[in-house]
């Protein structure tokens, strides 16, 4: 088989565009700067309904970034930044998302509640066959770091209120950008607030 070049070079650019090692962390850092006011300087917030941005995989950040930026996810939280992510090209997206990805995420404390504990260990590990919700371990792995290559984005040491406020969101199918968000839907469509409350706890104080 003859080496062609050309094709070599597209393949080689189609894999930067979508790899994490060629984004520039540094210009990711700038561009979040107006970012640390409510997500914190290297992403882990401090307020509960305010998500955790460090250590999330990169795919996942870039494409809730880009949903937010062309309006096809709304959080009235976020409503003062998209007009200024509506500044920012893809590249730039990516660059912000490589910059939180490399980070750690702070380790959060579940409630010591036994009833509730039991019940969000459960719910994530086996889910529940007659409701028909899944196991969260299936997407999120065991310990909650999700899966970057598929986009599944990680739980562990999540914000208690914005893990609650989220499965809600998708309930009610609220929250419905991307392709994500209809198999979550469907996941939440059968859980019960003392559900959400006993996986938003549990999943706030896992880790590895």
Avoid at 71 to 85: D, E, F, I, K, Q
Avoid at 105 to 118: F, H, I, P, R, Y
């Amino acid at each position: 088989m003859k080496f062609q070049p050309q094709l070599f070079i597209h393949i080689f650019l189609i894999t930067a565009l979508i790899n994490p090692a060629y984004s520039d962390v540094a210009k990711g850092k700038e561009l979040s700067a107006s970012c640390a006011a409510c997500h914190g300087v290297d992403g882990n917030s401090v307020v509960t309904d305010w998500p955790k941005l460090s250590g999330q995989n990169q795919k996942y950040l870039y494409e809730q970034l880009l949903y937010f930026r062309d309006g096809s996810r709304m959080n009235a939280l976020m409503m003062s930044v998209t007009p200024y992510l509506q500044t920012l090209t893809d590249n730039d997206l990516k660059d912000i998302a490589a910059f939180y990805s490399q980070y750690n995420s702070t380790v959060g404390q579940a409630k010591n509640d036994e009833e509730m504990l039991a019940l969000g260990t459960k719910l994530y590990r086996f889910g529940n066959i007659k409701k028909q919700i899944p196991a969260c371990t299936s997407c999120h792995a065991v310990y909650g770091q999700g899966n970057s290559l598929a986009g599944y984005p990680s739980v562990a040491g999540q914000q208690i209120g914005y893990l609650t406020s989220s499965l809600k969101a998708y309930r009610s199918k609220e929250r419905n950008a991307g392709a994500g968000s209809i198999v979550m839907q469907g996941v939440a469509a059968n859980l019960s607030d003392d559900e959400i409350d006993a996986l938003a706890n549990y999943m706030h104080g896992l880790y590895k």
